[in-house]
């Protein structure tokens, strides 16, 4: 099992940034890709990026690309998410999810509660 907890979110004007947080435990981290996930109110979860085990590798979805930034640190068994330049459609309860295979599948097999990212306009 992997323990997920995100950390971070809160309420920001547009234009603005956070930087989310994800701790994991449980397992050795560094075994697992880990990525970002987001669910707006009445939409379904979509892919927001993704880095490799050793973290050489990132993915942004197109809508975030420029704008956020997804990092990892091993010794640390964190993975963070850096967003800047919000918008309101950025708006949605933010997920970490852990996988070993989640590079290429954009599938987790452990999800953190979420934190929740309001971006006003």
């Known amino acids: 099992q992997v323990q997920l907890v995100e950390s971070g979110g809160g309420l920001v004007q547009a234009g603005g940034s956070l930087r989310l947080s994800c701790a994991a435990s449980g397992r050795t981290f560094s075994n697992y890709a880990m990525g970002w996930f987001r669910q707006a109110p009445g939409k379904e979860r979509e892919f927001v990026a993704v880095?490799?085990?050793?973290?050489?590798?990132?993915s942004h979805a197109a809508s975030v690309l420029g704008r956020f930034t997804i990092s990892r640190d091993n010794a640390k068994n964190t993975v963070s998410l850096q967003m800047n330049s919000l918008k309101p459609e950025d708006t949605a309860v933010y997920y970490c999810?852990?996988?070993?295979?989640?590079?290429?599948?954009?599938?987790?097999?452990?999800w953190g509660q979420g934190t929740q990212v309001t971006v006003s306009s």
């Open positions: 999810a852990a996988a070993t295979d989640l590079y290429y599948t954009r599938r987790g097999d452990y």
């Open positions: 880095i490799s085990r050793s973290g050489g590798l990132t």
